[in-house]
């Protein structure tokens, strides 16, 4: 089982927020790994809000790569940063050569281009990196986007935090949402790209089940948009049916919900927008999922959210203050960085429910 958690703060927020998190949950040691998504980023990064960013994990000739590519289109490199690693005999983790984010600015070629030209400006330039690091095995891109960094690595999650320097806070890599895992969910091999959470183009998904609906979904995901590949994880194809749903369809959140937990007919028969949700059903059912899942997801404007499959096996608890607002599969996770708050008001949502959290950090239960 995954262990999964989302920060959502008013504060900038340093990873070893994350790592704690995950660490009260971790049941012993487990080499499967470590990953991260920083959005709304702080640090070294606050000033470059507008800026795509690459995240790459690579060899010294992928690095290369990926420049040579991105100079041949026309970016140029604003700032680069890399995390000061600490290798240590004793630590399990098989780590790359080099880790790299680099802030570049678009090419002049896009200067006056709209707001939609540039995004998939960036989804072309990712999948072309990756098709050439892949074609030599030379690493690994995991997001091209501004505001946004991912962080991805195989080995044991206390000792990735070590080996990265993450347990100790410092001035240079914060945000306000931080999306975690430890332990995959993959159906092949222990993989990077397996790794939770997934991103693209803003949206972030991360999920703690098994969705055994992931061949209906990957067969019916793979004709829809170029961006959906990989399917390394079957729990990837829920950050694809957000991105189509939100993105593509741009259909209000909550259809979500509909679309991948639909209704009983006899339930749907009941209600005022019955004739919807039966076209939705008719359209859209190679995109249900099977579980038992649970999601937590991020839009491309900061609103974090999570809900349930139908059946509601793995669990999930909303607890916040303030300030700060976590959702993670097991309150062991909230009681270690929030002690202080209103246990009471810890929120385990049901399977019909959708608990959303807006930019003002106020929570709200949506019923579906």
Request: glycine content about 6%; aromatic content about 12%.
């Given at each position: 089982?995954?262990?999964?958690?989302?920060?959502?703060?008013?504060?900038?927020?340093?990873?070893?927020?994350?790592?704690?998190?995950?660490?009260?949950?971790?049941?012993?040691?487990?080499?499967?790994?470590?990953?991260?998504?920083?959005?709304?980023?702080?640090?070294?990064?606050?000033?470059?809000?507008?800026l795509p960013?690459?995240?790459?994990?690579?060899?010294?000739?992928?690095m290369?790569?990926?420049?040579?590519?991105?100079?041949?289109?026309?970016?140029?490199?604003?700032?680069?940063w890399?995390?000061?690693?600490?290798?240590?005999?004793?630590?399990?983790?098989?780590?790359?050569?080099?880790?790299?984010?680099?802030?570049?600015?678009y090419?002049?070629?896009?200067?006056?281009a709209?707001?939609?030209?540039?995004?998939?400006?960036?989804?072309?330039?990712?999948?072309k990196?990756?098709?050439?690091?892949?074609?030599?095995?030379?690493?690994?891109?995991?997001?091209?986007?501004?505001?946004?960094?991912?962080?991805?690595?195989?080995?044991?999650?206390?000792?990735?935090?070590?080996?990265?320097?993450l347990w100790?806070?410092?001035?240079?890599?914060?945000?306000?949402?931080?999306?975690?895992?430890c332990?995959?969910?993959?159906?092949?091999d222990?993989v990077?790209?397996?790794?939770?959470p997934?991103?693209?183009?803003?949206?972030?998904?991360?999920?703690?089940?098994?969705?055994?609906?992931?061949?209906?979904?990957?067969?019916?995901?793979?004709?829809?948009?170029?961006?959906?590949?990989?399917?390394?994880?079957?729990?990837q194809?829920?950050?694809y049916?957000?991105?189509?749903?939100?993105?593509?369809?741009?259909?209000?959140?909550?259809?979500?919900?509909?679309?991948?937990?639909?209704?009983?007919?006899?339930?749907?028969?009941?209600?005022?927008?019955?004739?919807?949700?039966?076209?939705?059903?008719?359209?859209?059912?190679?995109?249900?999922?099977?579980?038992?899942?649970?999601?937590?997801?991020?839009?491309?404007?900061?609103?974090?959210?999570?809900?349930?499959?139908?059946?509601?096996l793995?669990?999930?608890v909303?607890g916040?203050?303030?300030?700060?607002?976590?959702?993670?599969?097991?309150?062991?996770?909230?009681?270690?960085?929030?002690?202080?708050?209103?246990?009471?008001?810890?929120?385990?949502?049901?399977?019909?429910?959708?608990?959303?959290?807006?930019?003002?950090?106020?929570?709200?239960?949506?019923?579906?």
């Amino acid at each position: 089982m995954c262990r999964i958690g989302a920060i959502k703060s008013k504060n900038y927020l340093h990873p070893s927020k994350a790592l704690y998190l995950m660490r009260s949950q971790q049941k012993g040691h487990d080499n499967s790994g470590f990953a991260m998504v920083m959005q709304d980023l702080g640090g070294v990064f606050e000033n470059y809000k507008d800026l795509p960013i690459l995240s790459l994990a690579c060899t010294d000739r992928g690095m290369k790569i990926a420049d040579d590519i991105l100079h041949e289109a026309g970016f140029v490199r604003m700032m680069q940063w890399t995390p000061e690693v600490h290798p240590r005999d004793w630590l399990k983790i098989e780590p790359m050569p080099n880790y790299i984010f680099e802030v570049v600015q678009y090419p002049k070629s896009y200067k006056y281009a709209s707001k939609d030209e540039k995004e998939e400006l960036l989804v072309d330039m990712r999948l072309k990196i990756r098709q050439a690091l892949e074609e030599n095995h030379e690493g690994y891109v995991y997001s091209f986007w501004p505001d946004v960094i991912t962080l991805k690595e195989i080995g044991d999650p206390t000792d990735i935090g070590e080996y990265f320097g993450l347990w100790e806070e410092n001035d240079e890599l914060k945000a306000k949402i931080i999306t975690a895992q430890c332990r995959q969910n993959t159906n092949y091999d222990i993989v990077r790209y397996a790794a939770h959470p997934f991103f693209l183009q803003g949206y972030t998904a991360l999920a703690n089940g098994e969705n055994t609906f992931y061949e209906k979904n990957k067969n019916f995901q793979e004709k829809l948009y170029k961006g959906y590949i990989g399917f390394e994880s079957d729990s990837q194809c829920f950050l694809y049916t957000l991105h189509y749903i939100h993105k593509i369809l741009k259909w209000p959140l909550i259809y979500y919900k509909h679309v991948i937990t639909p209704l009983p007919f006899e339930d749907i028969e009941k209600r005022e927008d019955r004739e919807v949700l039966k076209k939705i059903r008719a359209s859209l059912a190679h995109l249900e999922i099977n579980g038992p899942n649970t999601i937590i997801g991020v839009l491309p404007d900061g609103t974090l959210f999570t809900c349930c499959d139908s059946k509601k096996l793995r669990p999930v608890v909303v607890g916040y203050t303030d300030d700060t607002v976590i959702i993670t599969s097991e309150v062991t996770g909230i009681n270690e960085l929030l002690p202080e708050r209103n246990w009471e008001k810890d929120i385990y949502p049901h399977e019909r429910e959708m608990v959303v959290i807006n930019n003002n950090l106020e929570v709200e239960r949506w019923q579906q």
